[in-house]
């Protein structure tokens, strides 16, 4: 069965600190990637995704993913964290055809100014 | 991006009754919808997926008979959950794509029950 582990369940920065939350999938075809975001009081919305291609991937608000095949990974990364970047994220999968994303758990983010 | 809308975003009931929650694709036909429950500190985990015209398909270890999916038009999806109970205390999210195809799921914004 797919699964989505996320390593760091919360993390705490400061402003203008880099950020990495892991992200490792179990599955060994083809996949689909993504982060989404979930902002305090908001709806989950989609940072980034990785179908194909180059597999670093940038995103919305200066956020970027690697896809390393090798690794089974795709981690989020950001140089320079905002107060604004406080949120909740999560990694997902869509494998092998299947219709259906696959959530990890979940990293908090708090950045503190 | 494509709107979904859910109502109502919380919603408090008395264990044994039934309570339905709405999933409308605003500016948007979607032949398919998934419905999430999310826990505290935890993952969004897949309930269903709701298929336009025909039954949802259940995840293992969902109960069909208690959470009771209905996708009666291209715009909408409910989700029910029958003779609630304290424990189906949940933050409830419904998504759809825009396309047949694997991309993007857009969400709601959530409903929120608490079963007293």
């Known amino acids: 069965a797919q699964s989505v582990s996320q390593h760091n369940h919360h993390v705490i920065l400061s402003e203008a600190a880099s950020l990495e939350l892991g992200c490792n999938y179990s599955?060994?075809?083809?996949?689909?990637l993504f982060w989404y975001v979930q902002y305090p009081g908001q709806h989950l919305q989609l940072l980034l995704k990785?179908?194909?291609?180059?597999?670093l991937v940038k995103g919305i608000k200066g956020f970027e993913a690697e896809f390393i095949k090798s690794k089974f990974s795709f981690n989020l990364r950001k140089p320079s964290v905002q107060w604004s970047d406080t949120a909740e994220y999560f990694c997902a999968v869509n494998a092998g055809g299947y219709n259906k994303l696959i959530f990890g758990a979940g990293t908090r983010l708090a950045v503190h100014p | 991006g494509a709107v979904v809308s859910q109502h109502p975003s919380r919603v408090i009931c008395k264990s044994g009754t039934s309570v339905k929650i709405e999933c409308r694709s605003l500016d948007f036909q979607a032949t398919t919808m998934f419905w999430y429950r999310q826990f505290p500190k935890k993952s969004l985990m897949l309930m269903a997926t709701?298929?336009?015209?025909?039954?949802?398909?259940?995840e293992q270890g969902v109960e069909k008979d208690k959470f009771l999916i209905n996708h009666a038009s291209l715009t909408l999806s409910t989700l029910t959950v029958t003779s609630a109970h304290p424990e189906d205390s949940s933050f409830y999210i419904c998504?759809?794509?825009?396309?047949?195809?694997?991309?993007?799921?857009?969400f709601g914004e959530g409903s929120r029950l608490t079963v007293l």
């Open positions: 990785y179908f194909s291609g180059d597999p």
């Open positions: 599955y060994g075809g083809t996949v689909n």
């Open positions: 709701s298929n336009e015209g025909s039954k949802a398909t259940y």
């Open positions: 998504s759809a794509r825009v396309t047949r195809e694997i991309g993007e799921l857009f």
